[in-house]
């Protein structure tokens, strides 16, 4: 927080200024018991390095600056930079930070050109570093880079005496069990090696996150802020999307069919498409709706509340009906849990959207010859009737086709196969059978299972604390995402599955990880 304030300025005095008197947006709060940490800057020459050393002095109750290392005799090009805000600190040798041994981090801010040999030399001597982009020139020298320092971390843990919180977690042994059963997969149906590997990334990576985010939060304020952030954010993309319904923002015509005259604009917001764009909401409507049971003052539950009905109308505007469906089935599974009052107001809530004649013509119209014959055409039904039929064709039911080869986004970028119609299939549990048979969809659904019965037992636990709506609204929001699964490829866009494994995450730890004697 404390550098995002700061930020990555230049040597310009009016830019310099501004940073400097510049108002942090979170306020930095180191680790509980923390001590001042003792910093080396090593690096003058690249562009960053006067933001960083204005930061560095800007936080003076939590890093002591010791001294820089002076690159300027190094021969690799950079641009001309004026070195006097610099001056007075003093001067250290790369000899003299490795003596002294009270040093803890060090601040790398030389050329690209030798980012990466410094950053080499620092993690030999074991210490914390803070590497400036672009991290070197050489991608390869910074693979070794990070492994041989994930190497020395797992090799400090094992040897601390005091060892960090564990955040171990059951849904960490069944993501695991998944991302493993994909290797295997991968081993099987390999075809094309580079294409089935970056499906296999682009299936598999953001699950890390995950891991991720339950080791990183230290606490309820952690969880708070994270929490907030998410409900803010929706809340603006919300009323962006309710202004472009209001004032009919012009859509491509591909995303209404002619028969549907009562449609005149779909809420998109910034992203892709409205199907995605009420995915967002679904997921975050439920969780601020928690928050509202959650907030402890009546002006709190307002604005929570009123966040919340924000992303319901947002959703409604999108016109997706697969979101339309999902969200209705995650305000049932959360009004089940927190508050069955909830199920009368939705009843008249879904009466009245009933009259609206956009809801009532994208719902009717599913009932035409019109639809039916679109969708044997180059609909949903076609393209899930083209992808198991490749799999008759095969013979490929019991392990698919293999990953990136049909149905995604990979295999899209990829059309190796000339005998194959590339095509989103719009269906991700249809996705994963055809790239991976039965068992890849068995072991993604029995971790799906596993998810959905710890969120259960994440809201039990946390049944006495003000975190079980907390609970429920995020599960209420997985289990919305999941479900419109059947009918979008949501899983395909990168920040849709990185915010999925995220609230997981937060989930777990509200449920499992938190203190008991925390409060949220």
Known sequence: AAFAAAGCVTSEKKAVDAVTHATPVVPWRPFPD??????????????????KFHSLRRLPDDYELVGIVDDRASK??????????????????????????????????????????????????GLAMHLDKPCGQNFRKFEALMAFCFL??????????????????????????????????????????????????????????????TRLIRDDADFKMMYCVMIAGATVFALHGLYQFVVGAEIPSTWTDQAETAVRTRAFSVFS?????????????????????????PAQKVLFWGCGIAMCAACLVTMSRGAWLALAIAAVLFALVIDRRLLALMLIGGI???FLPFVRSRITY?????????NARGGRAKRWETALGYLDDYGAWRCGLGYGIFGGAVAAQNPINPALDYMY??????????????AGLTSFLMTLAALLWNGLRACGRASKTPCKPLCMG?????????????????????????LFFAVAGMMIYAGFLRKKEETA
């Not at 250290?92 to 041994?101: G, R």
């Not at 599913?366 to 679109?374: G, M, N, R």
């Open 366 to 374: 599913l009932f035409t010859p019109e639809f039916a014959e679109s």
């Open 273 to 297: 498409n409205p199907n995605i764009f009420g995915a967002y909401m679904l997921l975050f409507a439920p969780m601020a709706i928690g928050a509202a049971y959650a907030a402890p003052t």
């Open 425 to 438: 299939v719009d269906n991700y549990y249809v996705k994963i059978l055809v790239e991976n048979g039965i």
């Open 474 to 498: 995020m599960l209420a929001g997985l289990t919305g995402i999941l479900v419109h699964s059947f009918f979008e490829s949501l899983w395909e866009e990168p920040y849709m599955m990185a």
């Open 34 to 51: 923390a001590k001042k940490v003792r910093v080396v800057q090593w690096g003058m020459r690249h562009e960053h390095a006067d933001g």
């Open 152 to 213: 020395w971390v797992l090799y400090r843990r094992a040897a601390s005496a005091k060892p960090l919180r564990s955040a171990a977690n059951t849904l960490d042994v069944w993501f695991g069990f998944y991302l493993l059963a994909g290797l295997v997969l991968l081993y099987y149906t390999v075809s094309h090696l580079g294409i089935n590997i970056t499906g296999y990334r682009a299936s598999m990576q953001y699950i890390l996150l995950f891991y991720l985010v």
């Open 76 to 125: 690799t090009p950079a641009e001309d930079r004026d070195f006097k805000i610099f001056d007075g600190v003093p001067r250290l040798t790369p000899e003299q930070v490795w003596a002294d041994k009270t040093i803890q981090c060090v601040f790398v801010e030389v050329t690209n050109d030798d980012l990466i040999p410094v950053a080499w030399q620092v993690a030999k001597h």
């Open 352 to 354: 009245a959207a009933c």
